[in-house]
């Protein structure tokens, strides 16, 4: 029982020096040597654990995604009172946590653009489990006749998702960050989602 309590502390020790590593220097800068250093840990335990280097870079961004300031948070939140306002709720923890790691996920795009063995062995999945968090929010809302009966939410979900990283991440990422064109655009797609999925009188 010892022993996988101190593979827990150490695996949890080493996502946390590599936030703080690749966060400040870059995946190419940041060595596994200092990685290591920083979680008072033996180098080796990253190739054991993650399999080396990028698999600890995935693992970081799984982390920051599922357990701390995304997935969990969103999950934990109260249900809001209508649709438009349950789909603009996602989406400012959305544009939080794009913010908050903003860093971190432009290493991972240039990663997963510049390495095919990376690009290969990459499950983008676990980006989509917030969407199945909204889908179900959503279906609430469609049981109460306020989301037409033919909506896939699942669907819409994903489609909110894929959108909100084009607005509120890579287009900030490329043209630079302005936050009240980024309100624009959250009021977009919630518009424009809402006119597909609420019938007329919701």
């Known amino acids: 029982m010892k022993k996988t309590r101190d593979r827990a502390a150490s695996t949890r020790a080493l996502l946390d020096a590599g936030i703080k590593a690749f966060s400040a220097k870059g995946y190419d800068a940041a060595t596994t040597k200092e ?3 920083l979680a008072g840990l033996n180098e080796q335990l990253i190739t054991r ?8 870079l995935v693992a970081v961004y799984r982390d920051l995604l599922e357990h701390q300031e995304d997935d969990l948070a969103y999950e934990a939140s109260p249900r809001q009172a209508t649709v438009p306002l349950e789909i603009a709720h996602f989406l400012a923890h959305k544009n939080r946590h794009f913010r908050a790691t903003d860093k971190l996920m432009t290493i991972m795009l240039v990663r997963l653009l510049i390495d095919q063995e990376t690009a290969a062995r990459y499950d983008l999945s676990f980006m989509y489990r917030m969407s199945t968090v909204l889908a179900k929010r959503l279906r609430v809302f469609q049981r109460e006749g306020r989301i037409r009966p033919d909506c896939d939410t699942l669907q819409v979900s994903e489609s909110i998702m894929a959108q909100a990283f084009v607005d509120l991440f890579l287009t900030p990422a490329i043209v630079g960050l302005d ?4 309100a624009a655009d959250c009021e977009k797609i919630v518009r424009i989602t809402c006119e597909g999925i609420v019938p007329p009188e919701g």
């Open 179 to 182: 936050p009240d064109r980024i």
């Open 35 to 37: 990685i290591a250093r």
């Open 49 to 56: 654990y993650f399999g080396g280097k990028m698999g600890l």
